[in-house]
């Protein structure tokens, strides 16, 4: 198994065990214009659209049951991905050209995964268990691309926090509230 594809094990456990502790489906996140399960239904949604696009990968989320058997199915497949000879191919389209899939996952969806868990047990009010040492990596590493992610619109503008570990500093890094509560 790769570091990566064991990356998107951790990650997506993770994300599923908070998934599988929420009960509040339309509880708002720390992303303003989304409810809890529009977390879900992005990280469900885009890698698909992506992989498709660039890859010309055909995998798509199922759409019946709950998120909780859905996002099982999902992490599933993806890990099913990464463990497979396809996850070393070089992409041909898209930004990442001439760069195995591998990486274009573990550098645009990882992060994506593991930052959005943060929202999702935000917006439940839940713990998450985050690892520290992925957060701090993944700030030092956004940092150093600070203009680009600006500029991207996929980031808001950094917010203020007291909060001194990597999580809460990555978080507030991406424009996130980190004393957003959901009630």
């Known amino acids: 198994m790769s570091r990566i594809s064991e990356r998107h094990r ?17 509880a708002p996140t720390p992303v303003p214009e989304w409810r809890a399960h529009d977390v879900v239904e992005h990280l469900l949604t885009w890698p698909g659209q992506v992989l498709r696009e ?21 992490s599933r497949d993806m890990q099913a991905l990464l463990e497979s000879e ?5 992409l041909e389209k898209g930004d990442f050209q001439g760069q195995p899939l591998e990486t274009v996952i573990d550098v645009l969806y990882l992060p994506d995964v593991f930052m959005h868990t ?7 009010g839940l713990e998450a ?26 980031f808001g503008p950094a917010m203020p926090t007291q909060r001194e570990d990597p999580m809460s500093q990555l978080m507030a890094f991406v424009g996130r509230d980190t004393e957003f509560t959901a009630g």
């Open 10 to 26: 951790r990650y997506a456990g993770t994300f599923a065990d908070v998934v599988a502790r929420t009960t509040d489906w339309d």
């Open 54 to 74: 660039w890859a010309g990968i055909e995998l798509t989320p199922r759409d019946e049951g709950d998120f909780t058997a859905r996002w099982a199915a999902w």
């Open 86 to 90: 396809e996850s070393t191919r070089l």
């Open 118 to 124: 943060w929202d999702l047990a935000k917006a439940g």
């Open 129 to 154: 268990g985050y690892d520290q040492e992925s957060a701090s990596a993944m700030l030092a590493g956004m940092r150093s691309v600070e203009d680009m992610l600006r500029t991207s619109g996929h």
